[in-house]
């Protein structure tokens, strides 16, 4: 499986948010911002929530997820 880069863990770190309340805030679980943390792909629909969890505009995807 290709990991996926992404800017995630250094977003959320500097928003000073954990993985629990991110997975909170975005309704997934925390194992999954863990595994895109670590380069692993995920669907759409879930970056799409993370990036509305984070308080970005889907236009400001990239932010967070490169070549998305």
Not at 19 to 28: C, D, M, S, W, Y
Not at 41 to 65: H, M, S, Y
């Amino acid at each position: 499986m290709k990991k996926n880069n992404n800017y995630l863990k250094k977003y959320r770190e500097n928003m000073l948010l954990s993985k629990a309340e991110l997975a909170r805030k975005a309704g997934i679980s925390a194992l999954t911002i863990d595994r895109i943390e670590h380069g692993y792909p995920c669907r759409v629909d879930t970056k799409r929530k993370i990036i509305q969890a984070l308080g970005l505009k889907l236009a400001e995807k990239n932010k967070v997820f490169i070549n998305c």
